[in-house]
């Protein structure tokens, strides 16, 4: 057990539903990392949260959002969802926000989009 | 941008054999950490370690070994009398400033098959 949790652990819906996926991170880790890996464009990262902020965005769609609560687990709601979507999504969590802290990863929410 | 680059997309080797996988990285930043993780089937990424930009010494941890060369942007990684268990998927990656924030920029990875 890493220590982030992440739920669901899979999930199944169709193209055009809406999803929630949680993630919470290490007992005292202020950052959370959201990741997707998909066949097809490998792993990418999508968004950074720093203790309620967001920090870093990457190549995170519209249709996606985030965002991190005040007891520091966050969210990733995908919506509009397409088959494309479909990926294994990873959480991350380190302690601050600068390169020498590691990096903690969930076992990721696996999607599949019907 | 960063980048990493693994041109080992899969590697297939008999048990007990020594294997070595490739990472090459660019990076403008002087201070910067890579890092190796190990994907089994099951699908979460294990940690297997950190180094920063500043230490070039080669590191061994059990069967394991990695090989940090600036000179030519190369932090490899051996896998010595390999084992079925090893079978992976193996990712290099490179965490990058963005501002006031970092993130890791991932390889493509390198698919390892251990036959017996």
């Known amino acids: 057990d890493s220590g982030v949790t992440q739920t669901p652990k899979h999930l199944i819906t169709a193209t055009g539903q809406r999803v929630t996926l949680r993630c919470s991170p290490r007992s005292g880790d202020l950052s959370v990392y959201w990741y997707q890996q998909s066949l097809d464009q490998g792993l990418q990262f999508l968004i950074q949260y720093y203790n309620g902020e967001e920090r870093a965005k990457g190549n995170i769609l519209e249709r996606f959002s985030a965002q991190q609560f005040p007891d520091l687990h966050s969210e990733l709601n995908l919506s509009s969802l397409e088959l494309g979507d479909s990926a294994l999504y990873f959480c991350a969590s380190s302690a601050g926000t600068e390169s020498n802290y590691g990096y903690t990863f969930g076992s990721g929410t696996r999607l599949t989009v019907v | 941008a960063q980048k990493v680059t693994q041109a080992q997309t899969e590697i297939s080797v008999v048990e007990k054999e020594d294997v070595t996988l490739d990472c090459v990285y660019e990076?403008?930043?002087?201070?910067?950490?890579l890092f190796w993780y190990k994907q089994p089937p099951s699908g979460e990424l294990v940690f297997l370690i950190r180094?920063?930009?500043?230490?070039?010494q080669n590191e061994i941890s059990g069967r394991y070994s990695w090989n940090f060369q600036k000179s030519t942007s190369s932090f490899n990684f051996t896998i010595t009398a390999s084992q079925v268990v090893d079978s992976a998927v193996y990712f290099c990656a490179l965490s990058e400033r963005t501002g006031t924030a970092s993130k890791l920029t991932f390889g493509t990875g390198t698919r390892l098959q251990v036959t017996l």
């Open positions: 990076t403008r930043d002087t201070t910067y950490y």
């Open positions: 180094r920063n930009s500043f230490d070039e």
